[in-house]
């Protein structure tokens, strides 16, 4: 698997963090920039085979990852990173909802995402869906994917796809990004700051 960075996307989050400002309705304290257009509207199905909107998650802060299951290092790798943060955070882990949406609904049924999210955080939700839904899902976070065949084995493929770690705030707009590799403690220091931007 190759994960792609599009210069365009690059650009794009050029800089990583946006100011956050305000103080919202809900259990998030800090806003997102609506400005950032990542994030928005989708329909999807949980590893309980229950429909999931961008509505629904609203209300806690989000960490949302895009792969499949079938990656043999890098997803797992990055979704373990997620979950040593949540794990350093302790009690304000139940702040975030950690979201991992396949980019390979073809193989990963709800079933699978459940069975193979059993590995994580108890929090993480699973998300898959139709082609069309996972592709719609993966526009509105300019996520980019793609199926690599290999001529002698057509079952045996693999999904290219860019490899951000998107952190959304408890309306679905964006707050920043982690780049695939971000450790664990790293991200967990940034979330820290999420919650308490005077501690340090």
Partial sequence: ?????????????????????????????????AGVPIGGAFELTDQA??????????????????????CPDICPTELQNISGALDALGPDAAKFTPVFITI???????????KYLTSFHPSFIGLTGTAEQVARAAGAYRVFYSKEVPPDAP???????????????????????FDAGTSGADIAEALKDLLDPGRK
């Fill in 155 to 177: 079952d045996a493929y693999t999904m290219n796809h860019s490899g951000y770690v998107y952190l959304m705030d408890c309306q679905g707009r964006y707050i920043r990004h």
């Fill in 1 to 33: 698997m190759r994960l792609l960075i599009p210069m365009a996307l690059s650009l794009l989050l050029l800089g990583g963090a946006v100011p956050l400002s305000g103080c919202g309705d809900n259990d998030c304290a800090r806003k997102g920039d």
């Fill in 104 to 114: 390979d609904p073809e193989r990963d049924t709800a079933d699978v995402m459940g």
């Fill in 49 to 70: 085979g229950k429909a999931v909107t961008d509505e629904t998650l609203k209300g806690k802060y989000r960490i949302v990852y895009f792969g499949f299951t079938y």
